[in-house]
């Protein structure tokens, strides 16, 4: 069973950069994007649209940020994790990401492949018994 991510990027050659890397390399399917924080929120908290994974920029479209995705996350069930991947991660928004129960912070420009290996590695946890 694979696991199941939900995309929130603004940049649509990012976001399918993405979304073919996981694919391809975690074995990850995308079950849906988002490129603003009320359309991210409104499906990770609908209880009807299942997914194990939400990767999160923190610069979305205007009217929002993924500091508001994170904080509307903080009630999930425990197994679903929500990382962030954002070109603006100093210890600060490391920080502020972690306090709003980000599992994981990833810089853009140089852990991309550091979160490729951490989704392959929730996917392999999923698939175990």
Do not use: Y
């Not at 988002?34 to 990770?44: H, I, R, V």
């Not at 962030?84 to 600060?92: F, G, I, R, S, Y």
């Not at 490391?94 to 599992?103: I, M, T, V, Y």
Request: glycine share 6%; net charge negative; charged share 25%.
């Amino acid at each position: 069973m694979p696991l199941n991510a939900f995309i929130v990027e603004d940049n649509l050659s990012i976001r399918e950069s993405l979304i073919e890397a996981l694919d391809e390399l975690a074995g990850v399917v995308t079950r849906g994007v988002a490129s603003d924080e009320k359309t991210a929120a409104t499906w990770l908290t609908d209880p009807a649209n299942e997914w194990d994974v939400a990767i999160v920029d923190l610069v979305l479209e205007a009217g929002g940020n993924g500091f508001g995705v994170l904080r509307a996350c903080r009630g999930r069930h425990a197994a679903r994790k929500v990382v962030v991947l954002t070109a603006t991660a100093n210890p600060d928004v490391r920080a502020q990401c972690e306090a709003l129960g980000s599992d994981g912070v990833f810089d853009k420009s140089m852990e991309t492949d550091a979160l490729i290996d951490w989704c392959s590695a929730q996917s392999r946890a999923k698939e175990s018994p």
